[in-house]
T-cell receptor, first 111, second 115 residues
Framework: DAKTTQPPSMDCAEGRAANLPCNHS???????VYWYRQIHSQGPQYIIH???NNETNEMASLIITEDRKSSTLILPHATLRDTAVYYC????????????FGQGTRLTINP | GAGVSQSPRYKVAKRGQDVALRCDPI?????LFWYQQALGQGPEFLTY????????KSGLPSDRFFAERPEGSVSTLKIQRTQQEDSAVYLC?????????????FGPGTRLLVL
């Protein structure tokens, strides 16, 4: 599976949009981009995933560039409860089903 | 509906003791995963089941680690002769399908401390 690169930390003001970037320049055609987050002392929580089209659900939006080499997770109106480590993961839908976590981005929402 | 549950939530073991960690996946989920998370690190894959079949155990760090899912539902991760380096959070996740793009849903984890 392709590797991902994320900034180690970010800050965002409560109520503003949080935009979390991820680079995955070696992504291949059958690999999806997944986002999970982990709030302190909890298990990772699935947020969203996509292949090449932009995706939106009740939690977030995922914007994938046309060349698929990078993506951005958008939390439209961040709250204090969104403070967590956010992981961007690239995984093929074929072959190994495991998730390979990197270091993620520690997002802090400030009041 | 009910999510993935794990028990115990916390376990303290003396070095050399055997421990057993339980995972109850979401009902009907075919795939089950175990991950290990050291302090300050992201989770690392241990092993994967599709129903009762253990299809990938490439992440198990040693032969002291053993996992089973005999009836394709509940799974147990057993660690024999625990060592201090086994101290970590052990996470279980389940997924509805065998393959494809489906999400994995994680339990709260079992925090193991080996003294």
């Amino acid at each position: 599976d392709a590797k991902t690169t994320q900034p180690p930390s970010m800050d965002c003001a409560e109520g503003r949009a949080a935009n979390l970037p991820c680079n995955h320049s070696t992504i291949s055609g059958n690999e999806y981009v997944y986002w999970y987050r982990q709030i302190h002392s909890q298990g990772p929580q699935y947020i969203i995933h996509g292949l090449k089209n932009n995706e939106t659900n009740e939690m977030a939006s995922l914007i994938i560039t046309e060349d698929r080499k990078s993506s951005t997770l958008i939390l439209p109106h961040a709250t204090l409860r969104d403070t967590a480590v956010y992981y961007c993961i690239v995984r093929s839908i074929q072959g190994a089903q495991k998730l390979v976590f990197g270091q993620g981005t520690r997002l802090t929402i400030n009041p | 509906g009910a999510g993935v549950s794990q028990s115990p939530r916390y376990k303290v073991a003396k070095r050399g003791q055997d421990v057993a960690l339980r995972c109850d996946p979401i009902s009907g989920h075919v795939s089950l995963f175990w991950y290990q998370q050291a302090l300050g690190q992201g989770p690392e894959f241990l092993t994967y089941f599709q129903n009762e079949a253990q299809l990938d155990k490439s992440g198990l760090p040693s032969d002291r680690f053993f996992a089973e899912r005999p009836e394709g539902s509940v799974s147990t991760l057993k660690i024999q002769r625990t060592q201090q380096e086994d101290s970590a959070v052990y996470l279980c996740a389940s997924s509805l399908y065998r393959t494809g793009s489906g999400a994995q849903y994680f339990g709260p984890g079992t925090r193991l401390l080996v003294l």
